[in-house]
C-alpha cells in the first residue's frame, strides 16, 4: 500500500498541546504550538524531533547521547550484558516476546525498539507464521536517531514483510497519538532505559484500546558486587536510567491501571505481560 495512505489511517496528535496533526506533502503540524513532524518517505520515518522536551529534560539527553555511543556496539554488547550481568536467558525472553506478537491482534505500539536486532528475529519468524496479517499497523518507536538509523536497515525490512510498519522518532514519555490508537503496546528492553517510567506506563495505558495488553521485559538490580558496580556505572552513563525491584515493577504498572500482571522472572530481568481493562 501507499506510504502516504497508511499514514492517513493513523491518529497522531501533538504530544505538547493534545490537538490532532495537520497533514500535508512532507509533515504534520500542530496549529497549536506549529512544530511540525517530518515525513521522510525514502525510509520512509516520520521524525518528531521537534517536538522533543529540550533543556528540560537533562536525564533524556543524557541517556540519548549515551545511546549514540552503544548504537555502535549495541547487539553483542546488549547480549553480553543480559547474559553475564543479569543472568538471563535470551531465549526464553525471544519466546515471550514470540508469544506476545501470536496472542497480538491489531494495530501494534512497539516502542524504545532501538536498533531492532532482537525484534527483527522474533518478526521474522512471525512472518512466516502469519501471512494474512499485512493489514494490521505496527509502529516502532523510539527516541535515538542513530539506534533508529541502524533500525532503518536491519529491522524495518523485515518488519514490512508482514505488518504495514512505520519507524518514528519519539519520546514513549509524550506519545504523539491520541487515546486508545493501539490493540497492543510492546516495550523489550525499555523500562529500565527510559527516564520517567511512571510517565511512560500512563502514555502506553492511554495509547492502549480497552483489553488491548502490554508486554515487554525490563531489567532489575542484579546480584552480586560486580553486578551492581556494573549497573551503577551504566545509571552514571546514561544507557540505564531505572533501578528497578520486583516490588516498584508491580507497584508501577498497578498503579497505573494495568490489570492481570503475569511477571516472570528471566535471570534478574522480568518478563512482563499486563491488560487494559
Ligand atoms: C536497552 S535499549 C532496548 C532496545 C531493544 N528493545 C532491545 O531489547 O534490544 C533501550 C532503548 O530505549 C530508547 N529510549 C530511551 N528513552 C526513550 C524515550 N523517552 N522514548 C523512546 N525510546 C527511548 C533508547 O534510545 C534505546 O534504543
Not at 553480553?80 to 525471544?94: D, F, M, P, T
Not at 521474522?124 to 499497523?137: A, G, S, V
Amino acid at each position: 500500500m501507499d506510504f502516504m495512505k497508511q499514514v492517513d489511517n493513523l491518529n497522531f496528535q501533538c504530544p505538547n498541546c493534545m490537538i490532532p496533526l495537520k497533514k500535508n506533502d512532507s509533515s504534520f503540524v500542530c496549529r497549536g504550538c506549529l512544530k511540525e513532524a517530518q515525513i521522510i518517505r525514502s525510509v520512509p520515518r516520520i521524525d518528531f524531533g521537534a517536538f522533543l522536551m529540550s533543556e528540560s529534560d537533562f536525564d533524556q539527553e543524557k541517556n540519548t547521547l549515551a545511546y549514540s555511543f552503544y548504537s555502535i556496539l549495541y547487539g553483542p554488547l546488549a547480549l553480553l550484558n543480559l547474559i553475564a550481568v543479569w543472568r538471563g536467558s535470551i531465549g526464553k525472553q525471544l519466546v515471550h516476546y514470540q508469544n506476545s506478537l501470536e496472542l497480538s491482534k491489531g494495530d501494534i505500539l512497539d516502542t524504545a525498539i532501538g536498533d531492532g536486532s532482537l525484534s527483527a528475529l522474533v518478526y521474522n519468524k512471525f512472518r512466516k507464521k502469519n501471512e494474512e496479517n499485512k493489514n494490521r499497523f505496527c509502529i516502532g518507536l523510539d527516541i535515538s536517531p542513530d539506534m533508529l538509523r541502524k533500525a532503518e536497515v536491519q529491522f524495518a525490512p523485515v518488519v514490512r514483510k508482514s505488518l504495514r510498519f512505520l519507524l518514528l522518532r519519539a519520546d514513549a514519555k509524550a506519545l504523539p497519538f491520541s487515546d486508545r490508537c493501539f490493540n497492543q503496546v510492546f516495550c523489550y528492553g525499555g523500562l529500565h532505559s527510559i527516564p520517567a517510567p511512571e510517565k511512560v506506563l500512563k502514555e502506553f495505558f492511554r495509547a492502549l484500546r480497552p483489553g488491548g495488553f502490554f508486554a515487554g521485559s525490563v531489567l532489575l538490580t542484579p546480584r552480586g558486587w560486580l553486578g551492581k558496580k556494573l549497573a551503577g556505572k551504566y545509571l552514571e552513563w546514561g544507557t540505564l536510567s531505572n533501578d528497578f525491584s520486583f516490588g516498584d515493577v508491580e507497584k508501577l504498572f498497578i498503579s497505573s491501571g494495568f490489570t492481570d500482571l503475569l511477571l516472570e522472572k528471566n535471570g534478574e530481568t522480568l518478563l512482563i505481560r499486563a491488560k487494559k481493562p
